[in-house]
């Protein structure tokens, strides 16, 4: 590999992907620090940069509770009290930044390393106020197994409804064998004939998480719960 085969800015780029039988589905792409480019003569903004011995970087914690924030804190100054490469801190302040998106309480410091003496600020509340968001995301082959959907089918008649339903078309609609009488799968008190590893036909797999998903989605309208996204794993 040669600097040819660099991005134009001259930063390495790579992608690695995961396409699994089982439903997984991970992608990522990485993009390296430095640039294969011969830098232009120093600059102010690298001159001011290289020259400070302390730069200061901001440092956000969050958890859901405030106790859970100060524990986060002890826990990276045990796991990195003793670092000072400026490079890493910068890293570790970006990457702090965008975990607490996804957490109700918040606090912020600032200072050149992650140490104990780092003071807190207040702890303060994201939205205490808000209707989370639900979002439904629907699996792909791998979570099926011989007991999936049986308690659901004999408490809520949404989802048994749903289920017989499903099962109909699949006989009335395309002409096909019974996939409940075939598989014995959601009935309570039915024996299942697939078997208990979950490793069944493409057939049976899609069918059965097709069917449990469906009656799922029946079952939240039934309760009166209303969802905001859909996504589609896989």
Known sequence: MTADFAAPDGKWVASVSCHGIGGSNAHVVVESFESTLVPAPTTQ????????????YLFIFAGNTEPAISRWKDSLVAAYGDMTDNRFMRSLSHDLARLSRTSSVRAFAIGSTISTGLELSKPVMMNPKASPKLCLVFAGQGPQHIYMGKTLFSTFPAFSDSIIRS???????????????????FVPGEEASLPKDGVWAVRDTVYSIVFVQLAFVDLLQNLGIKYDYVVGHR
């Open 45 to 56: 903004i690298v001159t001011t940069r290289t020259s400070s011995p302390n730069p200061m």
């Open 167 to 185: 099962d109909n078309i699949l006989v009335e609609k395309y002409g096909k064998e019974s996939f409940l009488k075939q598989s014995g799968l």
